[in-house]
């Protein structure tokens, strides 16, 4: 699980962990990962990690492998900016900062799905064959991208472009593919938003009219866990919103 020690992750795990999974706890916060996972107990562990670190990340994996065959990846970790095109008074985007949001984010996720799927190949595969799932996060900004979301919504784009040639690719093995798209979500990350701007964003909720719980995002995800038939989809989590310009 990366990003697993806040917000989408964090609850992610959580339910697995309820399921029974021992769950491997990737995030750069080696303060909250290390407190989660000793909540959690023997059925979790932490591994502090950069997920565009490709050293790093083979660490996490094979430390995940330790407690059995690596079958399920979860990829939460993320961040995201705000700065438009152009600016009003002229000057352009900053391209460290956009290549830096899609390092994270598109990179990032691309590096750990490949080194989790390269050893979920070596499992021995279960019913239908599977030998693992992988479930990547994108967001909403990938299809109704808003003002000053370029960099964030070009990121998640191309994780759900990722979505369908993955699973095509990781077929002939036997490991299923699928991404997330939500909406907006009551984390950490709206953890500066005042109460009068949160209840603006979820008046643009058609149903329910309220900001997403994370735990509606861990129990999707187990869903997609226990659906085998779910493979190559891009799944919208977001009560119908479709986000308006800004």
Same mark, same amino acid.
């Given at each position: 699980? +990366?990003?697993?020690?806040?917000?989408?992750? @964090?609850? +992610?795990?959580?339910?697995?962990?309820?399921?029974?999974?021992?769950?491997?706890?990737?995030?750069?916060?080696?303060?909250?990962?290390?407190?989660?996972? =000793?909540?959690?107990?023997?059925?979790?562990?932490?591994?502090?990690?950069?997920? +565009?670190?490709?050293? /790093?990340?083979?660490?996490?994996?094979?430390?995940?492998?330790?407690?059995?065959? #690596?079958?399920?990846?979860?990829?939460?970790a993320g961040l995201g900016i705000a700065m438009r095109?152009?600016?009003?008074?002229?000057?352009?985007?900053?391209?460290?900062? $956009?290549?830096?949001?899609?390092?994270?984010?598109?990179?990032?996720?691309?590096?750990?799905?490949? #080194?989790?799927?390269?050893?979920?190949?070596?499992? @021995?595969?279960?019913? %239908?064959?599977?030998?693992?799932?992988?479930?990547?996060?994108?967001?909403?900004?990938? $299809?109704?991208? /808003?003002?000053? /979301?370029?960099?964030?919504?070009?990121?998640?784009?191309?994780?759900?472009?990722?979505?369908? =040639?993955?699973?095509? %690719?990781?077929?002939?093995?036997?490991?299923?593919?699928?991404?997330?798209?939500?909406?907006?979500?009551?984390?950490?990350?709206?953890?500066?938003?005042? /109460?009068?701007?949160?209840?603006?964003?979820?008046?643009?909720?058609?149903?329910?009219?309220?900001?997403?719980?994370?735990?509606? $995002?861990?129990?999707l995800v187990a869903h997609v866990v226990d659906n =085998?038939? #779910?493979?190559?989809?891009?799944?919208?989590?977001?009560?119908?919103?479709?986000?308006?310009?800004?």
């Open positions: 699980m +990366t990003g697993g020690a806040s917000g989408l992750g @964090e609850a +992610t795990v959580r339910r697995l962990a309820e399921a029974g999974a021992a769950c491997t706890i990737l995030d750069r916060n080696a303060e909250r990962g290390k407190v989660l996972a =000793t909540e959690l107990g023997s059925g979790a562990a932490f591994v502090e990690a950069d997920v +565009t670190d490709p050293e /790093q990340v083979a660490a996490a994996v094979a430390a995940a492998g330790e407690a059995g065959p #690596l079958r399920i990846c979860v990829n939460c095109t152009v600016a009003r008074d002229g000057t352009p985007h900053d391209l460290d900062a $956009f290549r830096f949001v899609l390092n994270v984010n598109l990179i990032g996720t691309f590096n750990v799905l490949r #080194l989790a799927a390269s050893a979920m190949s070596g499992n @021995e595969p279960v019913e %239908d064959g599977e030998r693992g799932v992988i479930v990547n996060t994108a967001s909403v900004a990938a $299809f109704d991208g /808003q003002i000053g /979301q370029i960099a964030y919504s070009a990121s998640k784009g191309g994780i759900v472009s990722m979505t369908l =040639t993955a699973a095509r %690719d990781l077929a002939a093995a036997g490991i299923r593919v699928v991404t997330v798209a939500p909406g907006t979500f009551d984390t950490p990350l709206m953890g500066f938003a005042s /109460q009068e701007t949160k209840e603006g964003l979820a008046a643009n909720i058609p149903f329910p009219r309220r900001m997403g719980d994370s735990r509606e $995002f861990a129990a =085998t038939y #779910l493979n190559g989809e891009t799944i919208r989590l977001d009560g119908a919103i479709r986000m308006p310009p800004k």
